[in-house]
């Protein structure tokens, strides 16, 4: 299929290595596709759902052992630790590489060995990016399909160009055994012994987001965990908004966002962008421009209902891969927890076991029918919201950044940064409650700035330091904003309905942008006076509400300085000196 000599080599040696039985090009074409599905479900790797309710729909369930990202088993190799460490597990790169390579010995006898050319970003635009994904798993390369432009086309754009070099083997799924290697330097990424999302389809997190971050701190740009939603106000005026949350914090609820009633009725449109990753650069107008290098959602399904996020309920409809969501034997459909409140009495449930939606472990509590981190992979075009401006070659021109994260106390619903400096600031401060997206305890406060901790592909300090760089060169530079949709009352319950109504969170950021609206200066930066968030037609809602989820405990903020200073001393001494002074200030203002 190619000429390209650096394609055909890197083909060969892995052909040494892992000693497939045979290797399949993937073409991209409908029918190679189509051909696999049927393999994969013959095989018993995807259930084929009810085609008429689910056109082009499939089940999948990966093993218990093998549910999310592994981010204690994620490298990032360089020759220099430092280049990596503290926060990213580091391995050298020739120990890494041995190491690798004695793992991949092998592994692929008695299996097909599939070649996916892919392009991060739309084909052939001169900042998309080109990617070979060698793998012996049919599950990667259908969602890979889903979620990049994959076949013939991207291998006639590279040419005799450069790519990244990805190899993948789920070998024997061994836990121990089981490493997610980048080696930024190399261009290359390496996964073994897992055979789930952000771990193997090496387009997303580990390209896109690691090695990416790495090229574009070496290029000039930024390659960030961001989703990209365009607000169209009543004049039909379209202003766009990049947003970073950890994983599982909600980026594709809000990309995807539905107008509450009363912002529907004005006129008010959101177009989804991109749910997951946005790849940003700066354009010839001095304003910051964002892509989504994806073409599909993988997104998380518990909570996902026609009331929360209908946009993407709707893109599950067809062409759709589910993995560990609940199989619906009654009429061969799926099912998960907060779908809808009628689990199936008669069906399967994420690990393959008999389920009825009213079972109980050994202590009373309910058994879940699907796991927590159970998603659905669909094409982007799916989205009834998707942007005309989806495919736009420079992307769109981001008006607003916003952090976030899943904090029950603390951080206000909404407030803005003073300056770039200060926005940089409030990204790197970030701290989230850890959700099922990775593996490990859930809902432990960590820091995670810019929601990118396990997703920078080189040194954190570097990482803020080029962040700081970028601000030099946006001549309009974007605000800077945090939210927190999830600050709860005593009894645990989240006080802001969020979903759609975070439009009204939303249209107050925007106003700032304009410099339409006023605000109170706190030691943090400013927040909005209250009677500036619409809460019209919220029910249950009033003033005093948005008061208490503005208010800043500055007691409480003073133990958070504490928190991000010894987070800032983990991070070593490639913790910019500005961030240090922000820090300073920030402690002078609480101490007034
Ligand atoms: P990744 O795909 O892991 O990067 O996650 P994400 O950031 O796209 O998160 P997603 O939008 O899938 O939301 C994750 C969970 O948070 C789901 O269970 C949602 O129902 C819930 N969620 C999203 N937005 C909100 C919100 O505004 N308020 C509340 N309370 N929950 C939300
Ligand atoms: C995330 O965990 O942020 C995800 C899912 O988007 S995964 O692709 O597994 O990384
Ligand atoms: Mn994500």
Known sequence: MTQNKKVLEFIEQTKQLCQPDNIVWIDGSEAQLEALRAQAVEEGILIKLNQEKLPGCYLHRTEVNDVARVEGRTFICSKNKDDS????????????MNLMNGLFNGVMKGRTMYVIPYSMGAVGSKFSKIGIELTDSVYVVLNMAIMTRVGKAVIDALGD???IKGLHSYADLCEERRYIMHFPEENTIMSINSNYGGNVLLGKKCFALRIASFLGKNEGWMAEHMLILGIENPQGEIKYIAAAFPSACGKTNLAMLIPPEIYKNKGYKVWCVGDDIAWIRVGEDGRLWAVNPENGFFGVAPGTNMKSNPNALLSTKNNTIFTNVVQNLDDNTVWWEGLDKNPPKNAIDWKGNPWNGDMKDADGKAIKGAHPNSRFTAPTVNCPCLSDQFEAPNGVPISAIVFGGRRAKTAPLVYQS???NNGVFVGSIMASETTAAATGAVGVVR???MAMRPFVGYNMGDYFKHWIEMGDKIKNQPKIFNVNWFRTDDEGNFIWPGFGDNLRVLEWILARCEDKVDAKETAIGYVPNAKDINIEGLDGITEETIEDLLTIDNAQW?????????????????VPAELYAQLETLKKNLNK
């Open 85 to 96: 460490a503290p926060i990213n597990n580091w391995m050298e790169t020739t120990e890494a």
């Open 161 to 163: 160009g450069d790519f």
């Open 418 to 420: 003073k300056d770039w």
């Open 447 to 449: 820091r995670d700035p």
């Open 558 to 574: 003073l133990k958070e300085t504490e928190g991000i200073e010894s987070f800032y001393g983990e991070l070593g001494e490639r």
